[in-house]
């Protein structure tokens, strides 16, 4: 168990539709980030934040945004659900605002688009 | 931004055999270098890591390298056990650069018994 806890882990919804995925960081991390994992691909950068600003921003598409709590929670909202949207979605979390330590991952929100 | 190219994209092994993974960076800021290893359907977990100011480090089996000058790494493992079949992703990041980790684009190893 890492410490990060991603909520839910499964999600099937339809096309058109908007979700929100919850991430919990590592009690003590600053820092969350979020990827997107397509089957059978690697690990796409969307997004961190550090103590509730944004700090780095990757190919995100506009209808996705992402926030970061006072309690230091994040959560992903994906809009105008696409099937290509269809992916697991993982959080990280770190220490510090530096990214030059272990990021710890979540076990992941499998996304399914019908 | 960083890119990081990862080679090869799969990687058959024997057991007991070696397994050689490499991977190349195009900022050279870049200055830090960890690898995690993704088991089917679990989260990546890392399993080393390396800093610029270091070229080489070993942690039993898992061996790392860096060359800052040719902007490439590798990640060594040696024996290789079942338990070793996974996909590996190495990945780079630069403290100053909003310090996300970029990842290349994974490794699915098989370790054949």
């Known amino acids: 168990d890492s410490g990060v806890t991603q909520t839910p882990k499964h999600l099937i919804t339809a096309t058109g539709q908007r979700v929100t995925l919850r991430c919990s960081p590592r009690s003590g991390d600053l820092s969350v980030y979020w990827y997107q994992q397509s089957l059978d691909q690697g690990l796409q950068f969307l997004i961190q934040?550090?103590?509730?600003?944004?700090?780095a921003k990757g190919n995100i598409l506009e209808r996705f945004s992402a926030q970061q709590f006072p309690d230091l929670h994040s959560e992903l909202n994906l809009s105008s659900l696409e099937l290509g949207d269809s992916a697991l979605y993982f959080c990280?979390?770190?220490?510090?605002?530096?990214?030059?330590?272990?990021?710890?991952f979540g076990q992941g929100t499998r996304l399914t688009v019908v | 931004g960083e890119n990081v190219e990862q080679h090869p994209s799969t990687l058959s092994v024997q057991e007991g055999d070696s397994a050689v993974i490499k991977c190349t960076y195009s900022?050279?800021?870049?200055?830090?270098f960890p690898w995690y290893k993704q088991e089917l359907g679990k989260r990546p977990q890392l399993i080393i890591d390396?800093?610029?100011?270091?070229g080489e480090k070993k942690d039993q089996r898992i061996a790392v390298t860096l060359n800052k000058t040719a902007k490439h790494f590798s990640l060594h493992i040696t024996e290789t056990q079942p338990e070793d079949s996974a996909v590996y992703f190495c990945?780079?990041?630069?403290?100053?650069?909003?310090?996300?980790?970029?990842f290349g684009g994974g490794t699915r190893v098989l370790v054949k018994p």
């Open positions: 934040y550090y103590n509730g600003e944004e700090r």
């Open positions: 990280a979390s770190s220490p510090v605002g530096t990214s030059n330590t272990e990021a710890f």
């Open positions: 900022d050279s800021a870049s200055n830090y």
């Open positions: 990945a780079a990041s630069r403290e100053a650069a909003g310090n996300k980790l970029t």
């Open positions: 390396i800093r610029s100011n270091v």
